[in-house]
């Protein structure tokens, strides 16, 4: 007899991907908690960036199109909002991709490299995950079990990694 979770997301095989380090059961944790994220991308992606900059005030000084908005503005900000619906689109893109590891791997490389030639740093996108596992633990309560609360962090760390593999070392 299976977990209730057995059932919503089965019980494949337990072999990590070389490419994600996530086990097919735990792509299906991602992309079943990603499909409810994706839904309301500029709201989900609001909060994920307010969440940033609350944690690390000084990079906002790192958008040019919004540095200079005070915290409170920013949610109602359109260039905000877009570079949100932006980020979710990234990560879409790279959920969509995990089936795929050459289109995975094309895809974190582009992401690393645009990110690379603006200055941003490993550490921030490490950052950014810690800011990312808040905001979907405080979305999804206690579903957000320690199971799902893993995969995300196998698939976040990989995902920054990959970003930064391709560019030289920052």
């Given at each position: 007899?299976?977990?209730?979770?057995?059932?919503?997301?089965?019980?494949?095989?337990?072999?990590?991907?070389?490419a994600t380090g996530?086990?097919?059961?735990?792509?299906?944790?991602?992309?079943?908690?990603?499909?409810?994220?994706?839904?309301?991308?500029?709201?989900?992606?609001?909060a994920i960036m307010i969440a940033y900059f609350k944690e690390h005030p000084d990079y906002q000084?790192?958008?040019?199109?919004?540095?200079?908005?005070?915290?409170?503005?920013?949610?109602?900000?359109?260039?905000?909002?877009?570079?949100?619906q932006s980020i979710m689109s990234a990560l879409s893109n790279v959920i969509d991709a995990m089936g795929d590891p050459s289109l995975l791997e094309a895809t974190?490389?582009?992401?690393?490299?645009?990110?690379?030639?603006?200055?941003?740093?490993?550490k921030q996108f490490f950052e950014l995950k810690d800011v990312v596992m808040e905001v979907l633990k405080q979305k999804f309560g206690s579903k957000f079990t320690a199971e799902v609360?893993?995969?995300?962090?196998k698939i976040l760390d990989a995902a920054f990694t990959g970003m930064f593999s391709a560019v030289p070392a920052v």
């Open positions: 007899m299976g977990s209730s979770t057995s059932i919503l997301w089965g019980s494949e095989s337990t072999a990590p991907d070389p996530l086990t097919a059961r735990q792509k299906k944790i991602v992309q079943s908690t990603w499909a409810v994220v994706r839904k309301d991308p500029i709201v989900n992606g609001v000084k790192l958008f040019s199109g919004f540095k200079d908005v005070p915290l409170e503005e920013l949610p109602g900000n359109k260039r905000f909002q877009a570079h949100c974190l490389g582009a992401i690393g490299e645009r990110h690379h030639r603006r200055g941003q740093t490993k609360e893993e995969a995300w962090s």
